[in-house]
């Protein structure tokens, strides 16, 4: 008689809340309210109340991560139909610019060139890379990898719009409580507008044009018109973030087309967890303050956000997020198998 | 009205269709019938030739201004979305301008209209079919959903490849009613299919290809009864009855 | 005349460049944009060699050539097995690989005016009123040596065919009994060797760091783009228009300008013709 010997297995269950507070209909105590409300508020409340507590120097961190989260909300935002961008640093730049080149030469405020650039910014992107729409994904991400490049070289050649040297002394923000609540709220506001939209029928048709645009194609939807909002959408996002950068820094040069700008919310998407958009949130809020940590390692940083990338696509493609959402709806236990 | 005229590489392929006509199409495996469609409905760019749809030329033209024109097929090899519900799968078509403009259907109707499309496919509303994965779905479902699919644009001119290929006789039986009463009230059809028993039933014309081809053309009796056909099926009889 | 010889030089230097870069491609489909760094890399194991280990030239040269292939090697087995047939997840290895290269070698100091690489031969000679440095000569016949072995290897030879059939279609080469992930390292190698040797050849021209690696792969990538991805004619053909373009920019325009044609040219050519000039695969757009 041949001995079997006694082997596990890991048994995934749904915790019992969930089973109970999935669906509207069951919601039946507080405590399944909580178990719902509490991971959707906790990061908001967090946010907003963590400025009053830091003070200076980790409220710049803030910021910064709540834009290179806008730049990684529109990533996962293009990438959701399909378009996959290795240059996010264009539309951060572009609305950079925009706004710097309206403060600079018009003395415009922030109330002013910050919608003008985001406007802006996404009409350019949707303009620029419209025509790559037609080729397969391949083709868009190089074409994105190269066009901050060219804008850079362009800027530094021609000596336009500051040239190498840049644009200098412009406006602020009236107090460092504006700029950290627009920051924080755009970051919300856009998270939480992106993750509804994406469910919503809207949302619905690019997840199509992702998954086989042939098929939305002969259902009668122009998917390269779809395309191109998207790419507007995205621009737009990201043209916040830059013409937001420029006001806070007042300043804007040849390094807003920088690959840090592409790279980091790359990073930060891929780390998080692309398609929830939560996931890049997440990443953002945990790449930002660590590559701020880390400062003294300088240039070296840049590396370690491709280690990561390369990482996060290797080993955990589904992100941090879904790793922590399992977690949270599911509990493990091993069960003795034979 | 609608004219073809097409040479394309190995095809050589002419004919027209007059409106509320029910074409069946037939011939062996790989004699360009799927081409053919994928020509009419702008998947394929003809090399020459044209395509003319009630007098407007609508060669070259992009699928989705196609399908937007009213001509709206199935796929041989059923494209759904199939990590969607069911439903879910009608509201892109459902979301399309074509759609709009006919329906005036205002946001948030869609999931309704949807429903209530599959209910009348045959997707059992009270028992959750049209809630289930596509994905979960067997596969005369999944055929009857792609056919949902196409449906919900309204056509004027639907065009279905080979949508029995893989059912059940029970699903054939219930789904072909379904394409007589849309034909019934009029919709123009052109139907692929290798279950000639059933597609003799209700065709009006039928039309033969065989290696890219038009050998024959005209009612099912006499197409079966030609020469080449006959070779062309290798000694198939079928009864029409 | 000037612009005859410097167009010429320009364009094989392009060409070289770029040959590593469209084998990897060419055999197995897969866009390697470590490309320019492992250029810059080769170099800096060359440099190394050179100076901290004191071996001679050729065997400094020859060493870094293994090297790098060998380190392309390992790249795809250590990398990119894993997402092997996922195109953009690829191209975000590979790219971000270069990446971390570049900013680690620059990180570490790698940028100066000791870090070259010595001339093959010193002196040069005068073709027609116009000043040659060996150098420069001995680029171009590697340059055309390269692509002469390139195309021989890829046109005529049992392995060449056999990569060849890879890209093409690869189930059926499976069947036929070729392996896939073989064929995919030894591409990936073969191109990283490729990357060496033309970093040998060039690098001493100038001074080395990393943002070449940058420049090196947008010039690849164009090169690859504009004469189509799978063609070795479309290689040479594009190199020697963007060598002459670059040079006549610089002649009439400015030097500042040359970087932009490369830029310009892919997407330029992305646009109007995206299989490029020589490129089979013209329906991008129609896949069934």
Known sequence: ?338 | MKHFGGVQAVHDVSFSLRRGEFLGIIGPNGSGKTTLVNLITGFVRPDSGKIIYRGKNITGKKPYTIAGLGIVRTFQMVRLFYNLPAYKNLIIPLSSSRVKKLRGGKYGERDDVAVDLLDDMGFERDSFVPYKLAGSLPHGYLKRLDLARAMALRPDLLILDELFSGMAMSEVASTLPLIEKFHEEGLTIIMIEHRLKELFRVVDRVMVLNFGEKIAGGSPQEVMSTEAVKKAYLGIEVEIG | MSLLIYGTISSIVLALYAAGFSLTYGISGLANFAHGALYILSGFIAWSFLNQVELPYFLSALLSIIISGLIGFGIYWGLLLRVRGIPLAELVVTFAAGVAILELLMWKGFYGIQYSLPLFMEGGVEIKGVAVDYQRLFVIGTGVVLVVLLWLFVHHTKIGLAFRGMAQNERTALSVGIESDWIGSLSLAFGSALAGVAAIVILPMGLMESAIGYEVLIYALAVAIVGGLESTSGVIVASFILGFGQVATAKFLSAKWMIIVPLVAIIFVLVIRPSGLFGKFKELEERI
């Not at chain 1, 120097?57 to 910064?64: E, P, Q, S, T």
């Not at chain 1, 000596?159 to 040297?165: D, P």
């Not at chain 1, 919310?265 to 996931?279: E, Q, R």
């Not at chain 1, 709806?329 to 069960?335: A, G, I, P, S, T």
């Open chain 1, 1 to 338: 008689m041949a001995e079997v010997e006694a082997r596990y297995r890991k048994k995934r269950l749904d915790r019992g809340i969930k089973a109970r507070a999935d669906t509207i209909f069951a919601i039946a105590s507080y405590r399944d309210i909580l178990y719902l409300l509490l991971p959707r508020a906790l990061p908001v409340i967090l946010l907003l109340v963590l400025p009053l507590l830091f003070k200076g120097y980790w409220n710049k961190v803030i910021i910064y991560s709540c834009m290179i989260g806008l730049l990684a909300l529109s990533w996962d935002f293009l990438a959701s139909c399909g378009l996959f961008s290795l240059g996010q640093s264009l539309f951060f730049g572009l609305g950079a610019y925009v706004a710097g080149t309206l403060s600079y030469y018009f003395h415009w405020s922030p109330i002013f060139t910050i919608p003008i650039a985001v406007l802006g910014g996404g009409l350019l992107s949707a303009g620029l890379l419209s025509p790559v729409l037609r080729l397969r994904g391949v083709y868009f991400a190089m074409v994105t990898l190269m066009m901050p490049l060219l804008f850079m070289k362009m800027i530094e050649t021609t000596g336009l719009v500051g040239g190498s040297h840049g644009l200098s002394s412009l406006t602020p923000f009236p107090n460092e409580w504006v700029a950290i609540y627009l920051a924080v709220g755009a970051f919300l506001v856009c998270l939480f507008v992106f993750r509804r939209a994406i469910n919503e029928d809207y949302g619905l048709v690019l997840r199509a044009i992702r998954d086989d645009d042939r098929a939305v194609m002969s259902a009668a939807i122009n998917i390269y018109w779809r395309k191109t909002q998207a790419l507007f959408v995205a621009g737009a996002v990201g043209g916040f973030a830059g013409a937001f950068m420029t006001h806070h820094y007042q300043f804007v040069g040849m390094s807003v087309f920088a690959l840090d700008y592409s790279i980091l919310p790359l990073a930060a998407s891929a780390l998080g967890g692309p398609g929830t958009f939560a996931g890049p949130a997440l990443g953002s809020m945990i790449l930002v303050p660590l590559s701020e940590a880390l400062r003294a390692l300088g240039g070296l940083r840049i590396a370690l956000y491709c280690f990561i990338l390369i990482l996060s696509v290797i080993a955990l493609p589904e992100g941090i997020f879904h790793y922590i959402e399992r977690k949270y709806h599911q509990f493990e236990r091993l069960v003795r198998v034979g």
